[in-house]
């Protein structure tokens, strides 16, 4: 076993050799990176200038099971129990979407547009980890945050993120597909939403560590409905906006002009599509 893996090169070179068929080259050094951190405590440093450490036969072994399971297609998160996102740490589990980097970039757009709103009420609709609520609330501490997921499971862990964090943000257990004509007594400054948004039909093109390991119900939605979620809370966002108050989508690169044209069609003003840092439709974002 030492003959494999002596040192913190031979490590990484053991790790790239046996793993570079299942990822691409820029994911597998994201992975070790995070891997040899988290499990070891050998940094990014250490593994550029201290590439002649010993590696105990102790951590060969988990060397060689950690780099087992990544074959399988687990996610590392889930194998880890946590990701970073925003600057915070975040459990997940098989019940949660992994928070991805392109999200962050909704949450600095929400937070650059309205820091300086008073008396901000915050709605998140499909919460999962409760990333998006939670960093809100880190960046707009005055603000009122409130989350919805019909998932009991999700809702679980999301309350550990706010908790862990040390941030307060109201979670309640909600299909918001049932509650498209409910009318709450609290109206709401911004609404924001990343909901499920591939069509079935899509589903041979996703990556097997997404079909096996993270709730399809966070995911699909039907080949016939793929906009359903956006119709259901733009009509909900109508009821539960105040006057002026800004409705946030995270949307299917696909569809932006037809969920562009769905928010208009219900009566928003200022209805616009926002590219991510690779140049993909990713956010709508209108005004009531």
């Given amino acids: 076993m030492n003959l494999i893996i002596t040192t913190l090169k031979s490590a990484c070179d053991y790790f790239k050799k046996e793993l570079q068929d299942t990822y691409d080259e820029a994911e597998l050094i994201q992975i070790r990176q995070i891997a040899f951190f988290h499990f070891f405590g050998w940094s990014r440093t250490d593994l550029v200038f201290n590439q002649d450490d010993i590696v105990s036969e102790e951590n060969t072994k988990k060397i060689i099971e950690l780099i087992a399971v990544l074959k399988t297609n687990k996610p590392l998160a889930q194998i880890i129990g946590e990701w970073e996102f925003y600057g915070l740490d975040f459990k997940v589990n098989e019940h949660t979407l992994i928070p991805r980097p392109e999200t962050e970039e909704l949450i600095q757009l929400i937070v650059n547009e309205n820091n ?3 008396d901000c009420n915050i709605l998140d609709i499909g919460t999962g980890t409760g990333c998006i609520a939670i960093a809100l609330k880190s960046e707009m501490e005055e603000a009122n ?3 919805f997921d019909i998932s009991e499971e999700a809702l679980k862990i999301a309350v550990e993120n706010a908790k862990h964090n040390n941030l307060n943000v109201t979670f309640n257990q909600v299909n918001i597909l049932d509650w498209k004509n409910q009318k709450l007594a609290k109206k709401y400054n911004i609404i924001v939403s990343n909901p499920p948004y591939i069509p079935e039909k899509e589903r041979s093109l996703m990556h097997q560590n997404v079909l ?3 709730p399809d ?7 016939e409905e793929p906009l359903i979620f956006y119709e259901t809370i733009a009509v909900f966002a109508l009821k539960n906006l ?4 800004k409705l946030y989508f995270e949307i299917n690169e696909n569809y932006g002009q037809a969920t562009k044209k769905l928010v208009i069609d219900k009566g928003f003003k200022n209805v616009c599509i926002l590219k991510d840092i690779n140049g993909k439709d990713r956010i709508v974002k209108a005004i009531l």
């Fill in 212 to 214: 096996e390991f993270e």
């Fill in 242 to 245: 105040k006057t002026d108050g």
């Fill in 145 to 147: 945050v409130t989350a």
């Fill in 116 to 118: 300086d709103v008073e």
């Fill in 217 to 223: 119900l966070a995911l699909f939605v039907d080949n």
